[in-house]
Nanobody, 119 residues
Framework: QVQLVESGGGLVQAGGSLRLSCAAS????????MGWYRQAPGKQRELVAT???????NYADSVKGRFTISRDSAKNTVYLQMNSLKPEDTAVYYC?????????????WGQGTQVTVSS
């Protein structure tokens, strides 16, 4: 059973920084990518950033230049460094892990961590 445990959320003033962590365990199949999504109240969950097993990074336009995704393969952990935070970054941030077993794709989610940016 795959488990993703996020940490690092909290309350920060606009312009501040936070670093989210996501520790993965229980992966039996090939991990193709990990990433971060977020969901603000009344809005759909949206992509924030992803990193593939080969290290390719992808960011939402709204966070480019401010957020950086990274990973520590030895610790099965992915990070999201968030700088220059804005009130519109306020959301629950979810970690995800994508795996491939033969031809079957699975996406796993963490429980989420709240990020609140005050103006």
């Amino acid at each position: 059973q795959v488990q993703l445990v996020e940490s690092g959320g909290g309350l920060v003033q606009a312009g501040g920084s936070l670093r989210l962590s996501c520790a993965a365990s229980g992966s039996r199949f090939r991990v193709t990518a990990m990433g971060w999504y977020r969901q603000a109240p009344g809005k759909q969950r949206e992509l924030v950033a992803t990193i593939t097993s080969s290290g390719s990074e992808n960011y939402a336009d709204s966070v480019k230049g401010r957020f950086t995704i990274s990973r520590d393969s030895a610790k099965n952990t992915v990070y999201l460094q968030m700088n220059s935070l804005k009130p519109e970054d306020t959301a629950v941030y979810y970690c995800n892990q994508d795996t491939l077993n033969g031809g079957s794709f699975f996406r796993y989610w963490g429980q989420g961590t709240q990020v609140t940016v005050s103006s």
